[in-house]
């Protein structure tokens, strides 16, 4: 029996007829919500956390009189991921219906039609899910204090998974205006494993000062059963560098014909659609294999992920869309191709595999290349130990903030003091100060001093009764149109077009269905007769018509190539990369480590040297009329540009004319035409020098107030705090539009406004995402005294991987596989005669 007295007995009979008991941190969530206190929930995959999410709700819902009218809107849930909100409507359909609860759930995200979202706001459902972004809109909305007003619980899922981004400080502050505009609210956090959970606990409750945190009450599940990770080993040799992982797809394959229904994760939507379209070349079985990327047109997403609820697909190609918390318990195995390059994630991933909390999850690790196999070790050991590497807690984006203000306007007319006791609240502006919310507000009304002459950019107005207002309708639609801190790429829609009858090549615009969307650099660069993968297709291009890449399905024969994607790649984790140093380091860890591997690090070790844990080996070498410099921090690729850029500058005050640098996850190489080697050996100290901490002072600052990627980020920053609108009513503009626009006025800040809000949000930025200043700062910190210097007569076995990616053009596959091979074996036979 389930018998509870906090249950009631519609509840205990269904979980009877189930054949379930409720779980003690159900009880104990039902137990905490009931009090009208916030919980925060953290719990292994599969421990039934949706279910305790919403069991409050139901049991406070299934309490209603019978006939009593719909109190309105009673609970709602947010997701990170459209799907997954989805999801969690269509496992709440269940529950409900067996129980026979009069309760209606609805979704809310940016594929719902604009009529349903307006019925939403007239008769709001019990309970909606929808996103963070929908969620911005609907408190801007005129009507929100009415649509909230009988809010009774908030539930955020894979909170661990908002709270690392812009994305979360705007969430943060919805949640601050739900708790004005709802005092009693429950709010409840579901969370999987973190390193810190009362970072989530703070983020759950209103905060009153930054040295006395509020936190939530806490439930942790212990136990579950362990995850059946390993890695993928194949016979044929790895090489070097290249992330296609092509020689792993005929074992691949043999996996999922082994197994009932398997999630193929990749880390971008290039590898996706090249990974889709080897499996279908190898699938002599006919296998239903889908793909699911966040460009795929989302008619085309809902259809896999329906396929996949009902049991009809054997596998998904899937990118991040499908990380988080989707409920497919016949998926019994999750591939991960390439390294996970965090322990987190990749624990995130697993999780997918065996959904239920006593069932192990199942998942194999393909690493695409020999550097790889190590990432791939390393999260193995940190899975085994359960370790965690989620990111530190954030400070709230000042340009994050700027949007919020707008949006509050858009409300209602508001009050600055008690707008900012309501900001201040959000964990991650506790520490705000009035000064600096002042800045924030007076940015909105004028776009600063430099700007304030340009009547555009004042966004609202102040009144005789000191209240701020939006400046206008328009302005206000402007922000409705904009919401948001994704910044994805300017992209075109991609049409699968009617060729005119009798006249092949000939296509009509507007006719076909949309088969996504591809990114607008991208599209530039086709011609027409050009083919390209995508959504699992091959296509041929006939022409660009307005917005829109009309194209046909190409016949067989073709070579092609797949579009690129800005901003796909995720950086190897400080946590890991620690992992991977001490792996090097250690010998006596090499035998659990493929043949292949070890005799590599044994050639490094013999032709020059391993470093340890600490230290920073760098070596000198002259190949082909050149003179090159490698260094291996192994800090991730961000860092590691970020410090080519600086030791280059260097370099070139030193009077050694650097000509390049490139970089990986692990390394950078510098080439020069002066004798690096030689300089080193007369300077005892220069290396020292050149790898100074001091380098992040002066040197950052000018190379950063020059750098395209300072632009760049810059650029979203703009965009987020709106001072540039990506779209317009009727219209959208192209990427090169918001670049002309966004880099004239970083120009005239720069000039005449240097501490511009905007120009200091770019730079806390480039602190922690784009440049990763901050990680190159305690590389710097730990490498000191530590500098390892080789100087050799030809390269190395270790900077053979760096060495591959100088030069490297943007293609993808077994062709650029093929390039990659042939000068990794010219390197290597250099390296090793």
Same mark, same amino acid.
């Given at each position: 029996?389930?018998?509870?007295?906090?249950?009631?007995?519609?509840?205990?009979?269904?979980?009877?007829?189930?054949?379930?008991?409720?779980?003690?941190?159900?009880?104990?969530?039902?137990?905490?919500?009931?009090?009208?206190?916030?919980?925060?929930?953290?719990?292994?995959?599969?421990?039934?956390?949706?279910?305790?999410?919403?069991?409050?709700?139901?049991?406070?819902?299934?309490?209603?009189?019978?006939?009593?009218?719909?109190?309105?809107?009673?609970?709602?849930?947010?997701?990170?991921?459209?799907?997954?909100?989805?999801?969690?409507? @269509?496992?709440?359909?269940?529950?409900?219906?067996?129980?026979?609860?009069?309760?209606?759930?609805?979704?809310?995200?940016?594929?719902?039609?604009?009529?349903?979202?307006?019925?939403?706001?007239?008769?709001?459902?019990?309970?909606?899910?929808?996103?963070?972004?929908?969620?911005?809109?609907?408190?801007?909305?005129?009507?929100?204090?009415?649509?909230?007003?009988?809010?009774?619980?908030?539930?955020?899922?894979?909170?661990?998974?908002?709270?690392?981004?812009?994305?979360?400080?705007?969430?943060?502050?919805?949640?601050?205006?739900?708790?004005?505009?709802?005092?009693?609210?429950?709010?409840?956090?579901?969370?999987?494993?973190?390193?810190?959970?009362?970072?989530?606990?703070? =983020?759950?409750?209103?905060?009153?000062?930054?040295?006395?945190?509020?936190?939530?009450?806490?439930?942790?599940?212990?136990?579950?059963?362990?995850?059946?990770?390993?890695?993928?080993?194949?016979?044929?040799?790895?090489?070097?560098?290249?992330?296609?992982?092509?020689?792993?797809?005929?074992?691949?394959?043999?996996?999922?014909?082994?197994?009932?229904?398997?999630?193929?994760?990749?880390?971008?939507?290039?590898?996706?659609?090249?990974?889709?379209?080897?499996?279908?070349?190898?699938?002599?079985?006919?296998?239903?294999?889908?793909?699911?990327?966040?460009?795929?047109?989302?008619?085309?997403?809902?259809?896999?992920?329906?396929?996949?609820?009902?049991?009809?697909?054997?596998?998904?190609?899937?990118?991040?869309?499908?990380?988080?918390?989707?409920?497919?318990?016949?998926?019994?195995?999750?591939?991960?191709?390439?390294?996970?390059?965090?322990?987190?994630?990749?624990?995130?991933?697993?999780?997918?595999?065996?959904?239920?909390?006593?069932?192990?999850?199942?998942?194999?690790?393909?690493?695409? $290349?020999?550097?790889?196999?190590?990432?791939?070790?390393?999260?193995?050991?940190?899975?085994?130990?359960?370790?965690?590497?989620?990111?530190?807690?954030?400070?709230?984006?000042?340009?994050?903030?700027?949007?919020?203000?707008?949006?509050?306007?858009?409300?209602?007319?508001?009050?600055?003091?008690?707008? %900012?006791?309501?900001?201040?609240?959000?964990?991650? %502006?506790?520490?705000?100060?009035?000064?600096?919310?002042?800045?924030?507000?007076? =940015?909105?009304?004028?776009?600063?001093?430099?700007?304030?002459?340009?009547?555009?950019?004042?966004?609202?107005?102040?009144?005789?009764?000191?209240?701020?207002?939006?400046?206008?309708?328009?302005?206000?639609?402007?922000?409705?149109? $904009?919401?948001?801190?994704?910044?994805?790429?300017?992209?075109?829609?991609?049409?699968?077009?009617?060729?005119?009858?009798?006249?092949?090549?000939?296509?009509?615009?507007?006719?076909?269905?949309?088969?996504?969307?591809?990114?607008?650099?991208?599209?530039?660069?086709?011609?027409?007769?050009?083919?390209?993968?995508?959504?699992?297709?091959?296509?041929?291009?006939?022409?660009?018509?307005?917005?829109?890449?009309?194209?046909?399905?190409?016949?067989?024969?073709?070579?092609?190539?797949?579009?690129?994607?800005?901003?796909?790649?995720?950086?190897?984790?400080?946590?890991?990369?620690?992992?991977?140093?001490?792996?090097?380091?250690?010998?006596?860890?090499?035998?659990?480590?493929?043949?292949?591997?070890?005799?590599?690090?044994?050639?490094?070790?013999?032709?020059?040297?391993?470093?340890?844990?600490?230290?920073?080996?760098?070596?000198?070498?002259?190949?082909?009329?050149?003179?090159?410099?490698?260094?291996?921090?192994?800090?991730?690729?961000?860092?590691?540009?970020?410090?080519?850029?600086?030791?280059?500058?260097?370099?070139?005050?030193?009077?050694?004319?650097?000509?390049?640098?490139?970089?990986?996850?692990?390394?950078?190489?510098?080439?020069?035409?002066?004798?690096?080697?030689?300089?080193?050996?007369?300077?005892?100290?220069?290396?020292?020098?050149?790898?100074?901490?001091?380098?992040?002072?002066?040197?950052?600052?000018?190379?950063?107030?020059?750098?395209?990627?300072?632009?760049?980020?810059?650029?979203?920053?703009?965009?987020?705090?709106?001072?540039?609108?990506?779209?317009?009513?009727?219209?959208?503009?192209?990427?090169?539009?918001?670049?002309?626009?966004?880099?004239?006025?970083?120009?005239?800040?720069?000039?005449?406004?240097?501490?511009?809000?905007?120009?200091?949000?770019?730079?806390?930025?480039?602190?922690?995402?784009?440049?990763?200043?901050?990680?190159?700062?305690?590389?710097?910190?730990?490498?000191?005294? @530590?500098?390892?210097?080789?100087?050799?007569?030809?390269?190395?076995?270790?900077?053979?991987?760096?060495?591959?990616?100088?030069?490297?053009?943007?293609?993808?596959?077994?062709?650029?596989?093929?390039?990659?091979?042939?000068?990794?074996?010219?390197?290597?036979?250099?390296?090793?005669?």
């Amino acid at each position: 029996m389930s018998g509870d007295p906090l249950l009631p007995p519609i509840f205990s009979d269904w979980f009877d007829r189930r054949g379930w008991r409720p779980r003690a941190h159900q009880l104990d969530l039902l137990r905490i919500a009931g009090s009208g206190r916030s919980a925060l929930l953290v719990a292994p995959t599969g421990a039934g956390k949706t279910l305790a999410g919403f069991l409050p709700s139901l049991v406070a819902l299934a309490g209603r009189p019978k006939g009593a009218k719909a109190g309105g809107l009673h609970t709602l849930y947010v997701s990170p991921l459209k799907a997954l909100a989805v999801d969690i409507a @269509r496992n709440l359909d269940a529950p409900i219906a067996e129980i026979g609860l009069p309760v209606r759930v609805e979704t809310r995200t940016g594929d719902t039609p604009a009529h349903k979202r307006t019925r939403q706001i007239d008769r709001p459902p019990d309970i909606l899910l929808t996103t963070p972004e929908q969620l911005s809109l609907l408190i801007a909305h005129r009507e929100a204090a009415a649509l909230f007003a009988e809010l009774r619980c908030v539930v955020l899922d894979e909170l661990h998974a908002l709270v690392t981004s812009k994305r979360g400080d705007l969430l943060s502050l919805a949640l601050a205006r739900l708790h004005r505009l709802s005092p009693g609210l429950t709010a409840i956090g579901l969370s999987a494993t973190v390193r810190e959970p009362d970072e989530l606990r703070k =983020y759950l409750v209103p905060q009153k000062a930054p040295d006395a945190p509020s936190l939530a009450d806490l439930v942790v599940v212990q136990g579950g059963a362990k995850p059946d990770l390993r890695m993928l080993e194949i016979d044929r040799r790895l090489p070097l560098a290249g992330h296609t992982a092509y020689q792993s797809m005929p074992a691949i394959y043999d996996l999922i014909r082994a197994h009932r229904t398997v999630l193929v994760f990749v880390n971008t939507r290039l590898q996706a659609e090249y990974t889709f379209q080897e499996l279908w070349r190898l699938n002599d079985d006919v296998l239903p294999i889908a793909l699911h990327h966040g460009s795929l047109d989302a008619q085309q997403r809902r259809r896999v992920e329906a396929a996949m609820a009902a049991g009809q697909l054997r596998a998904i190609v899937c990118t991040a869309t499908l990380d988080l918390g989707i409920d497919w318990g016949d998926v019994d195995l999750v591939v991960n191709i390439g390294a996970p390059k965090g322990a987190s994630r990749i624990m995130q991933r697993i999780g997918r595999a065996n959904h239920r909390m006593d069932e192990p999850s199942k998942a194999y690790l393909v690493p695409a $290349n020999r550097f790889e196999i190590l990432e791939c070790r390393a999260a193995l050991d940190a899975v085994e130990e359960a370790a965690q590497d989620t990111p530190d807690a954030r400070i709230g984006a000042p340009d994050v903030l700027a949007q919020h203000v707008l949006g509050m306007a858009c409300a209602d007319a508001f009050d600055p003091v008690a707008l %900012y006791d309501e900001v201040t609240a959000a964990a991650p %502006y506790v520490g705000l100060t009035w000064e600096e919310f002042e800045q924030v507000v007076d =940015y909105v009304a004028t776009g600063g001093y430099a700007l304030r002459a340009y009547e555009r950019f004042a966004k609202i107005l102040r009144g005789p009764d000191g209240l701020w207002r939006v400046r206008d309708a328009r302005t206000a639609q402007q922000y409705r149109m $904009n919401v948001g801190t994704i910044i994805e790429a300017t992209t075109v829609k991609v049409r699968l077009a009617r060729s005119l009858r009798g006249k092949p090549g000939t296509v009509l615009p507007k006719t076909g269905r949309v088969l996504g969307e591809i990114e607008e650099d991208f599209a530039e660069t086709l011609t027409v007769g050009d083919t390209f993968l995508f959504a699992g297709e091959v296509l041929r291009f006939e022409g660009l018509a307005e917005d829109e890449a009309l194209v046909t399905k190409a016949g067989p024969g073709t070579d092609p190539a797949i579009p690129s994607y800005a901003g796909a790649k995720f950086p190897l984790s400080t946590f890991l990369a620690a992992r991977v140093r001490a792996l090097i380091a250690d010998p006596f860890e090499w035998d659990r480590l493929p043949k292949q591997v070890s005799d590599y690090l044994l050639q490094q070790r013999r032709r020059s040297l391993l470093p340890g844990p600490r230290d920073l080996l760098v070596e000198t070498f002259p190949r082909g009329g050149r003179h090159y410099l490698t260094a291996f921090p192994f800090e991730g690729r961000l860092a590691h540009q970020t410090l080519g850029m600086l030791l280059t500058r260097r370099l070139e005050r030193a009077r050694l004319r650097p000509l390049g640098f490139a970089a990986n996850d692990y390394g950078i190489a510098i080439w020069t035409n002066r004798d690096l080697s030689e300089r080193i050996g007369f300077e005892p100290r220069f290396l020292e020098d050149l790898f100074a901490e001091d380098m992040l002072g002066d040197d950052l600052e000018a190379w950063l107030d020059e750098s395209a990627m300072m632009k760049r980020t810059f650029r979203q920053c703009a965009v987020i705090a709106g001072l540039i609108e990506r779209r317009f009513p009727g219209q959208k503009k192209t990427g090169r539009q918001v670049t002309i626009s966004t880099d004239l006025v970083y120009d005239v800040l720069r000039k005449h406004q240097p501490d511009h809000l905007l120009l200091r949000a770019a730079r806390q930025d480039a602190a922690t995402g784009l440049l990763d200043v901050r990680r190159l700062g305690m590389m710097l910190r730990r490498i000191q005294g @530590r500098i390892i210097h080789k100087a050799l007569d030809r390269v190395s076995p270790l900077s053979v991987s760096v060495m591959l990616e100088i030069g490297r053009e943007r293609v993808y596959g077994e062709g650029a596989d093929e390039i990659l091979a042939e000068a990794e074996a010219q390197l290597l036979e250099e390296a090793l005669a």
